[in-house]
Structure formats: C-alpha cells, structure tokens
C-alpha cells in the first residue's frame, strides 16, 4: 500500500511555512552575537587608543597645510582626508550598529560624533562638486577640527569642563544676542551722527568709520574691545568741528558706548565663567567623592575576607594535631627547605636599624627647628609685646591665603589651557585655510604682483610735490601673517590680547589671493571670524582664567571652615557681633561750646558746605587756556573767598570739637593739612605769581577732600 501524496503535499507545506521562522530565529542570533561582539570592542582601551590615533592623524594633516606647499604634500592630504573620514564614518556606523541608534544618541560625546562625521561628509560633497566659497567650506572644516576634542572624553576633570562649557551655551547665546542688539542700536545711531563725516582729511584713509552699515558694526565691536577706541572718538570730536567748538559733545556717545558695552555687557561673561567652573568644580568634588566611597567600601569588603580567613586559620590552629612536634638545633632533623626561617647572610635586625636611622635623623631636625622658630617667636614677643596684635603679623596669615590660592590655581589651571589652546590651534588651522599667502603686498600700493614689484618708485612726503623720495620696490610679507600654524598661532594669539587687532582685521578684509596684493575692502564677510574668535577666546575663554581664579580664592577662603556647622552668613553674622563696638559720640558739656557743636552737626551745615564746594568745583572747572586777565583776576578773587570759607569751617570744627576732638578724626586731619597748605599758597601766590599753578593743585585738593568727606558723613 503506497504512501498517499497528500501527505507529502502538507509536508512540504509545513516545511515552506517554518523556513522563514527558523532563518529569522538564526539570524536573530547571529545579530545578537556580533552586536555583543561588536559592543565589547567598542568600549575596549584598544579601540579607544585607536580613535586617539586617527584623532591624531587627522589634526596632523590638517596642520601640515601651510602657504607654497608642494603639489605631493597637497595629494597626500586630500588622500588622508578622505580615507580618513571612511574611518570615522566606519567608527559611527559600528557603534550604532553595537548599541543601537536610542542608546547612541543618548550620549553627548556620540552627538557630537555624528554632527562632526555628518559635517565632513558635506564638506567633502561639496569641495568635490566645487559649488562652494573657499569661507563656506572653511566653515565645515572647522566642524571636523572639532574631532580633537575626543580626547577629552575619558578625562574626568577635562571632560567636567568641556560639558560645563556646552551646559553655559543658553547663557552665552541669550547674552550674544542683548550684545548683537546693542552693537545694532549703536551703529545705526553712529551711521546717523558720523555717516560719511569721517573724511575731514584728505591725506589719510579712516578706516574705523560709520559710512554704512557693516563698517558701523566693525567699528562699534572695536570699541567695545577697547583698542583705539579712543582714535576713533577724537576723530568723531574733529569731524564736528573739533574740541574748541560744540564737537566735544559728541564723546558722550563714546563713552556710553564704552562703558555700557566694555565694563557692563562684556563682564557677564566673567559672570558666566565663574558659574561655569564653579560647576564643573562641584562635578569633580561629587566624582571624588563617589571615587572614595567606592575604594572605602572596597577596603572594608578586603578586611572582612582578611578577617573570615584569620578566624578560619585559628580555629584550625586551635586543633589538635596526632604528629609529634621536635624541637631540634637549626640545620638538624629537618630540611632547609621546610625550615620557616631560612638562612640569612646579613644579620637579624641590621635592615632595620638601617631604617630607623634616616627617621631618627629627621626627628632630630625637626626638634632642632621648633626650637629656632620658638625663639625666634618669644624673642619678638619680649622686644615688641604687640607683636602678636599688629597688622603685620594679620598680613603675613592673608598672605599665607594668597600664596596658596595662587599654587592651587596654577596647579589645576592645566585644563582650562589645554581647552583654550585647542581652540586656539582649531582656529589657527582655519586661519591658513583662509588667509595663507594673502598677506603679502608691495610696498608701491600701485602693484599687484611680485613680477611688477620690482625697480624704484617715487613718493612725495607730506603729499608735497616739491618734496620727492626716491624708494625701492619690495615684495613683502606683513610680521603676522597665517602662512602656517604657528605663525597663525601667534598673529590670533596678539588678536586674543586686542592689541593691534584692527590693523590684523583690515589687512584681512583687503586680501585678495595668495601672492597678489591687497585690494580695498574686498572680503568684508572675513570679519566674520575674527568676530567669532574674539568672542568665544578674548571673551570668554580668557575670563575662565580670571573666573577660575575667583573659584579658589573662594574654595580656600571655605577651606577653612569646612568642618564648621555654621554658612557663611551665619559665621558673618558671629563676626560682626564679635567685633561690634559701642559708637562714642562727643558732647560738649560748655554751653558755649555746645552751640558751635551743634551748628557744624546740623544737616544745613552740612549742605551749605556742599553748595559752596559745588561752587568752588564749578570756578575751577570754568579755568580755560587763553583766560582773560580780568577773568584770572575774578578766578583769584573767587577762590580766596572760598579758601577764606574752608578755614572759617575748619576753626568752627576746632572750637566744637576742641583740638584733641578735631585731630581724632583723620578726615579733619586730612582738610587742617589742605586748608593751611591753600593759605600759604594763596599768601605766596599774591607775592610771586609763580606759585599760582600750585596754589590750584591746592585748593582742587580741598574740593576733593570736601566731598569725600561730605559723602562718607552721609553714609555713616
């Protein structure tokens, strides 16, 4: 009897159905397992040295790019680049093929990853299809010099404040913008006020002008570093006429400017500086700390095995045993192999006396210095009995304070420099793509090239035609220049400091291509990075160092408190009632005396005096060069009367306050001195008319010490 073919028909069905079931199940698990595999090799040391490495490779060529570079060095390069950028591509793939792409991108460092391996592969399409600005691609290259900063992943306190610093970027931007709006208001109203103003000399070519709108927003940013702003601000005053007319008005706009924008705006970012590393200082302590608790709970795991295995060793030692023990001679009955004290050429106890004698001999040292500095001690106490009281000895412990906060700060700094000089050597690199070989010009402005840059040339000094120099032609490079890395190095580095920065900006802008001269403002948008370097190294990265220094100044100044129950407010709070003493106020008993006491106390007394103060500024003020005589003679006669004033207040105060009252208070002292000083100059001015210069030093002298006086009277 034949098998029915039926039943073959549903086997082969069974078998079509359950195929892709198993095919799916082994493939399943061949995933899993390359993905573990692949997983584990990913957070191995040896792939992360191997990132390192290619991160290396890669900084390398891009810094090997320099001005006249040989054709072969340039193919190397492009070659690199892209094999490169495989890699890490390849490095991106694998992870989020062992990971997974939610576990991946969960990761910060794995952001920035993709974002700079995304950003390559752009720059890369767009080099080769040749439809981008030399700027626009530099721009993307930027984005791949951020690939060095992996190495700071796995470096706690340096990867603490790399996130500190990309934590602060809300900050940043929301204080970029207020600082873009107040660049944009204030050049707006200088293209309003000195537009096309700035020409009032023919033989020169005013560079910081108002003429429109991106030349105002230059020049407002140069003000706000504070280098020549104080150029442009007489040129503002000359372009209205100069400071013998109404043109001094127009520094009012400068120094609003300037103040608002240098000491208020640009200060934020110490503000967020501090706030930043104290950040990612409290990281490190919390890292430290969760360092120590794990090696204390791995210590004490050690001593509780260490103490189960003592305990099991006595009780088996406790045990008695069926051998007979023999007490015999070292050397007899057993063999040297068994014996538990082998035999030693040197002998017992000579290693530790020659270990005992280096602490021994420390010892002695110590005692002999504690005496010196004992005596030393009580003979400065017996000689000056307040020597433990006087500011000296208070200065020499603040002094103690500052010297350790200064060797703290220099021995943790080491962060913040190699972050500051990654991007220094980021935006140097950026710096030779865009500016190499573009610096050179003839010192004839009328030629471009080194071909024409040759013979002689005539120059009329001071623009006079009868005047002629006769100069030679020559083919020159400018002293900072981007024709590499170093060299850009250095030239950012002097930008960094705002010294000299605007003539660097302007020899930028006039670049035109390498090896040929400049041409007037031809690339404005290079501004651009000169901006952004300014802002993020000058502005903030220099005030993290200024910043970093607040921080241990403050974590020492605690340092000191540190086991202490109480804050800082309350431990202020026991200071000043600690230090508080009762105020001592003197009260003329004479009734006579009581009366003058109680006129210069009065609160009129105390304006009159303003007033006239007020007015004897406003006489000294209105001094001018080229004054009348019948001017200078109403000035003399004014400020007698006012020097005549100040004495009479002066014997008013002696006789409230009697003299011993009076030269108590250093302020008095201070006005006795200047008022007897003014009355020997007024006496000797009117003999000789030489002193008079002296005679006003005086008397300014007294209106400043009026007012400081007046003011802190008010604020007691």
């Given at each position: 009897m034949g098998i029915p073919p039926s039943i073959f028909t549903s086997l082969f069905a069974a078998l079509e159905k359950d195929l892709p079931l198993l095919t799916y199940r082994r493939w399943r698990r061949w995933n899993r397992f390359n993905r573990r595999k692949c997983r584990a090799a990913v957070k191995s040391v040896t792939f992360y040295w191997l990132v390192i490495v290619l991160v290396f490779l890669n900084t390398l060529t891009?810094?090997?790019?320099?001005?006249?570079?040989?054709?072969?060095?340039?193919?190397?390069?492009?070659?690199?680049?892209?094999?490169?950028?495989?890699?890490?591509?390849?490095?991106?793939?694998?992870?989020?093929?062992?990971?997974?792409?939610?576990?991946?991108?969960?990761?910060?460092?794995?952001?920035?990853?993709?974002?700079?391996?995304?950003?390559?592969?752009?720059?890369?399409?767009?080099?080769?299809?040749?439809?981008?600005?030399?700027?626009?691609?530099?721009?993307?290259?930027?984005?791949?010099?951020?690939?060095?900063?992996?190495?700071?992943?796995?470096?706690?306190?340096?990867?603490?404040?790399?996130?500190?610093?990309?934590?602060?970027?809300?900050?940043?931007?929301?204080?970029?913008?207020?600082?873009?709006?107040?660049?944009?208001?204030?050049?707006?109203?200088?293209m309003q006020l000195f537009g096309g103003k700035f020409n009032f000399d023919e033989t020169q070519t005013k560079r910081s002008t108002f003429d429109n709108f991106p030349q105002a927003l230059l020049t407002v940013f140069q003000i706000l570093t504070g280098e020549d702003w104080n150029a442009v601000m007489y040129d503002g005053?000359?372009?209205?006429?100069?400071?013998?007319?109404?043109?001094?008005?127009?520094?009012?706009?400068?120094?609003?400017?300037?103040?608002?924008?240098?000491?208020?705006?640009?200060n934020v970012f110490l503000a967020i500086a501090v706030d930043?590393?104290?950040?990612?200082?409290?990281?490190?302590?919390?890292?430290?700390?969760?360092?120590?608790?794990?090696?204390?709970?791995?210590?004490?795991?050690?001593?509780?095995?260490?103490?189960k295995k003592?305990?099991?060793?006595?009780?088996?030692?406790?045990?008695?045993?069926?051998?007979?023990?023999?007490?015999?001679?070292?050397?007899?009955?057993?063999?040297?192999?068994?014996?538990?004290?082998?035999?030693?050429?040197?002998?017992?106890?000579?290693?530790?006396?020659?270990?005992?004698?280096?602490?021994?001999?420390?010892?002695?040292?110590?005692?002999?210095f504690t005496a010196i500095f004992t005596v030393e001690i009580l003979l400065k106490i017996l000689g000056y009995a307040d020597y433990v009281f006087t500011s000296m000895f208070t200065f020499e412990i603040i002094l103690k304070h500052v010297v350790q906060c200064v060797?703290?700060?220099?021995?943790?700094?080491?962060?913040?420099?190699?972050?500051?000089?990654?991007?220094?050597?980021?935006?140097?690199?950026?710096?030779?793509?865009?500016?190499?070989?573009?610096?050179?010009?003839?010192?004839?402005?009328?030629?471009?090239?080194?071909?024409?840059?040759?013979g002689i040339y005539i120059v009329y000094k001071d623009g006079d035609v009868d005047n002629p120099m006769v100069k030679e032609r020559v083919w020159q490079n400018s002293d900072f220049n981007f024709d590499n890395v170093l060299s850009a190095m250095m030239a950012l580095f002097t930008v960094s400091t705002f010294e000299g920065w605007p003539a660097l900006l302007y020899k930028a802008i006039d670049s035109n291509g390498e090896n040929v001269g400049p041409v007037y403002n031809y690339r404005v948008e290079i501004s651009i990075f000169f901006i952004i370097y300014i802002i993020i190294i000058a502005f903030f990265m220099m005030n993290i160092f200024v910043g970093f220094v607040i921080v241990t100044f403050q974590e020492q100044g605690e340092q000191e408190y540190k086991n202490c129950e109480l804050d800082k407010n309350q431990r202020q709070c026991v200071e000043y009632a600690l230090k508080a003493r009762p105020l001592r106020r003197y009260i003329p008993k004479n009734p006579y005396q009581y009366k003058f006491w109680y006129v210069v106390n009065s609160t009129g007394f105390e304006y009159i005096m303003f007033v006239l103060i007020m007015l004897n500024t406003l006489c000294l003020a209105m001094q001018?060069?080229?004054?009348?005589?019948?001017?200078?003679?109403?000035?003399?006669?004014?400020?007698?009367?006012?020097?005549?004033?100040?004495?009479?207040e002066m014997v008013l105060k002696l006789?409230?306050?009697?003299?011993?009252?009076?030269?108590?208070?250093?302020?008095?002292?201070?006005?006795?001195?200047?008022?007897?000083?003014?009355?020997?100059?007024?006496?000797?001015?009117?003999?000789?008319?030489?002193?008079?210069?002296?005679?006003?030093?005086?008397?300014?002298?007294?209106?400043?010490?009026?007012?400081?006086?007046?003011?802190?009277?008010?604020?007691?």
């Open positions: 891009i810094s090997s790019e320099h001005y006249n570079q040989p054709d072969w060095l340039t193919q190397i390069q492009d070659i690199a680049n892209k094999v490169l950028l495989a890699l890490f591509t390849c490095e991106m793939l694998i992870k989020m093929y062992s990971l997974g792409l939610q576990a991946y991108f969960v990761s910060l460092f794995n952001r920035f990853d993709c974002f700079v391996v995304c950003g390559g592969i752009v720059e890369t399409i767009l080099v080769e299809l040749e439809i981008m600005s030399p700027l626009g691609i530099s721009v993307f290259r930027c984005v791949r010099l951020l690939r060095i900063f992996k190495v700071t992943r796995h470096w706690a306190s340096l990867s603490n404040l790399v996130a500190s610093l990309l934590n602060s970027m809300k900050s940043i931007a929301s204080l970029l913008l207020l600082l873009f709006l107040f660049i944009i208001i204030f050049s707006l109203l200088g005053i000359m372009a209205y006429g100069g400071p013998s007319s109404s043109g001094m008005i127009v520094c009012i706009y400068f120094i609003i400017l300037f103040i608002c924008g240098n000491y208020i705006l640009l930043n590393l104290a950040d990612a200082e409290s990281l490190n302590t919390a890292q430290k700390e969760e360092a120590e608790e794990k090696e204390r709970k791995k210590n004490a795991r050690k001593e509780s095995l260490e103490n003592s305990e099991k060793s006595e009780g088996d030692q406790k045990k008695p045993k069926d051998s007979k023990v023999t007490i015999t001679e070292y050397g007899e009955g057993e063999d040297e192999d068994k014996d538990p004290y082998p035999p030693c050429d040197v002998p017992v106890g000579e290693d530790e006396e020659d270990e005992e004698d280096e602490p021994e001999i420390l010892g002695y040292f110590d005692y002999a060797f703290v700060a220099i021995r943790t700094i080491g962060n913040i420099m190699i972050v500051t000089t990654l991007l220094q050597f980021m935006f140097a690199c950026i710096g030779v793509q865009l500016f190499k070989g573009k610096f050179y010009k003839c010192t004839d402005e009328a030629k471009q090239n080194p071909e024409e840059c040759r001018h060069y080229g004054q009348s005589k019948i001017f200078n003679d109403a000035m003399d006669i004014m400020n007698m009367v006012f020097t005549g004033v100040f004495t009479v006789i409230a306050f009697k003299p011993k009252g009076y030269f108590s208070d250093a302020w008095n002292t201070f006005d006795s001195l200047i008022v007897i000083g003014s009355i020997v100059d007024v006496v000797l001015s009117e003999a000789d008319h030489y002193f008079t210069d002296a005679w006003n030093t005086f008397d300014a002298l007294i209106v400043v010490g009026s007012v400081v006086d007046i003011a802190i009277t008010e604020v007691n």
